[in-house]
RNA sequence: GGCCCGUUCGUCUAAGGGCUAGGACACCACCCUUUCACGGUGGUGAUACGGGUUCGAAUCCCGUACGGGCUACCA
């Protein structure tokens, strides 16, 4: 590569951040860092009716979540600012004005309305969209067909008007995508997209044009949803800094949703998160859930994101952020959309719950359930021998409390259809008597206190398969977890002994 | 409708002219486990279809079908 490497995510600031999102933002990374170069995130906010508060700031907490910060932004400064587009204004008219000079743009004096009128007279089974372009554009109100007086005086009466592009009638154009190779239009079939709207804001079109020279971006990733304006783009580098100057382009597959294009409705829809934490609209007041809510952990969610729609051509898919730098290449990023599935992206998490060091996974599960108030009076180590024990059988963070509240306080629900047919007289001595014993131990440590119990079952000619369960019931409430002595070391002795012998004088009771 | 992109197990994917098409998730069975998991072993399961090119095609070409995206003074 010869030039510095510079790549930007371009998000504009209306809402959540969603997983395509989040994968574009990390293919842009892993490229950036694996080359040396730097990662850029541009605000694109030309859209002042669609601006949303607050949307901004959450893009930037998701991708400190994710752990891929920027190099430059509007929070992190840089050589290159402002990095808000609505802050660059002033810059876009004079290259939209050199485009018209040149005779590749024209003024657009239509109204809304006529605009709307257009397209409901020319519309027909075959043409649907009727499209504004070299065979209507002669039928508009613009520089084309005004004459240069009347122009003039539109213009200088301030008449609010736009900037289009002017596509040819013919020809062809094209580009190398890194992903797709050869991509071609007809530029006949291209509309005069809007370059500049009557607000004097940039549209997408212009602006990301202008600004991935200006900010000298060397390579310009974002979705495949953007494949069918790439004409328009590579158009206007050819007439404004001149085709060689222009970035390499890659049009990333998209994610897909059970039926099609990831929608924030998915989530609630189909049951999984689509956005990277939760975002709530401050205008409707609609909450969509995010993954790192829903108990996902930052490492897990990169990776799974990451082996979404691209591989090493290995058989490994767990990869660390700095494996995946090390590993990533643009070339083997497929060409085709990867439908989301949510229980693969499960086993990710689960994984890298395996994986997380104990104390910090301690932590991180402490702080996703603070409704527990016993949890702040237990100490940090026997925290962390619980989160030890229980990890395996955990998928999500979430999971956690499910499967530890009965450390915490006496089950909510127990299971006692599980022991009670086979409950009887003999059943009930051998627990009081285990209760006495227990009470008199001294040395409370799982291995001794399943010895005292094989012991006494042994002493009793009882088998000690038919007594562990009913044990498990009393301190658990159910059949899960793990072994019953390292429940009861953890539980303490008084806490055991007093379960215990609740359940017992319930089932001796019946 | 038009334009563009795509198509290997249910899902994510490997194999970029040459082996019984490999792995992972999910599912099923067995083993381990005096619970539930973890783990281990095995199993079900795919090259959309039709034509070419070739000694040989999942792989290259063409067509069809299907899927997806775009078609705003939104990004």
Same mark, same amino acid.
């Given at each position: ?10 998000? !504009? ?25 730097? +990662? ?39 050589? +290159? ?13 004079? =290259? ?25 007279? =020319? ?23 005004? !004459? ?63 600004? /991935?020279?200006?900010? %000298? ?52 829809? =189909? ?9 709530? /609209? ?8 995010? +993954? ?19 591989? /090493? ?45 104990? %104390? ?6 402490? !702080? ?30 979430? /999971?956690?409390?499910? %499967? ?5 306080? =006496? ?17 009930? !001595? ?54 019953? +002595? ?25």
């Amino acid at each position: 590569m010869s030039k510095k490497v510079r790549v930007r995510f371009a998000p !504009s600031p209306t809402g959540g951040l969603h997983l395509g999102g989040v994968r574009t933002v990390l293919y842009n990374y892993l490229f950036a860092k694996k080359h040396g170069g730097d +990662f850029i995130v541009r605000i694109e906010d030309t859209d002042q009716s669609r601006y949303v508060p607050g949307a901004e700031e959450y893009i930037f907490d998701c991708l400190r979540w994710c752990g891929l910060e920027p190099d430059e932004s509007v929070q992190h400064g840089g050589d +290159f600012g402002p990095y808000r587009q609505s802050e660059r204004k002033p810059l876009y008219r004079d =290259y939209a004005e050199k485009l018209i000079a040149q005779g590749d743009a024209y003024y657009a004096f239509d109204t809304p309305a006529e605009l709307e009128a257009m397209r409901e007279q =020319y519309k027909s089974d075959q043409n649907p969209a009727p499209q504004y372009d070299h065979t209507l554009r002669l039928r508009m109100r613009n520089s084309l067909t005004l !004459s240069p007086e009347e122009v003039d005086r539109l213009l200088s009466a301030g008449t609010p008007h736009v900037i289009r592009i002017l596509m040819p009638g013919t020809g062809m154009i094209g580009f190398t995508d890194m992903i797709r190779g050869e991509v071609s239009f007809d530029m006949s079939t291209v509309d005069d997209k809007v370059l500049l709207k009557a607000d004097g804001m940039p549209t997408y079109h212009l602006a990301v044009v202008v600004d /991935d020279h200006l900010m %000298q971006i060397s390579h310009a990733f974002r979705g495949e949803e953007w494949l069918p304006s790439a004409p328009v783009h590579v158009r206007l580098w050819e007439k404004l800094f001149g085709r060689a100057a222009m970035p390499e382009w890659a049009h990333l597959p998209l994610i897909l949703g059970p039926n099609g294009k990831l929608s924030k409705r998915d989530g609630a829809k =189909y049951g999984f998160p689509v956005f990277a934490m939760n975002w709530t /609209d401050p205008k409707t007041g609609e909450n969509v859930e995010g +993954f790192r809510e829903r108990g996902f952990l930052p490492e897990a969610f990169i990776n799974l994101l990451a082996l979404l729609g691209w591989n /090493d051509g290995t058989e490994k898919e767990l990869f660390s952020l700095e494996e995946l730098v090390q590993a990533f290449s643009m070339e083997r990023v497929h060409s085709s959309g990867a439908k989301f599935d949510y229980e693969k992206a499960k086993w990710f998490n689960h994984e890298w719950l395996l994986r997380e060091p104990v %104390q910090r996974l301690a932590f991180s599960v402490r !702080s996703q359930f603070e409704s527990l108030s016993s949890l702040s009076s237990l100490n940090s180590l026997k925290w962390e021998k619980i989160v030890a024990l229980v990890r395996d059988r955990c998928h999500l963070l979430t /999971d956690f409390v499910e %499967q530890t509240r009965y450390f915490f306080e =006496y089950p909510q629900e127990v299971d006692r259809a599980a022991i009670e047919p086979k409950w009887n007289a003999e059943k009930t !001595s051998f627990f009081h008597e285990l209760v006495t014993r227990y009470g008199s131990e001294t040395e409370w440590q799982a291995a001794k206190l399943e010895e005292l119990f094989k012991s006494l079952a042994s002493e009793r000619s009882i088998k000690p398969g038919e007594l562990m369960l009913p044990l498990r019931i009393m301190l658990v409430g159910g059949k899960f977890g793990p072994g019953v +002595f390292d429940i009861a070391d953890i539980l303490g002795k008084e806490e055991t002994i007093q379960r215990i012998g609740l359940l017992t004088a319930q089932l001796s009771n019946n």
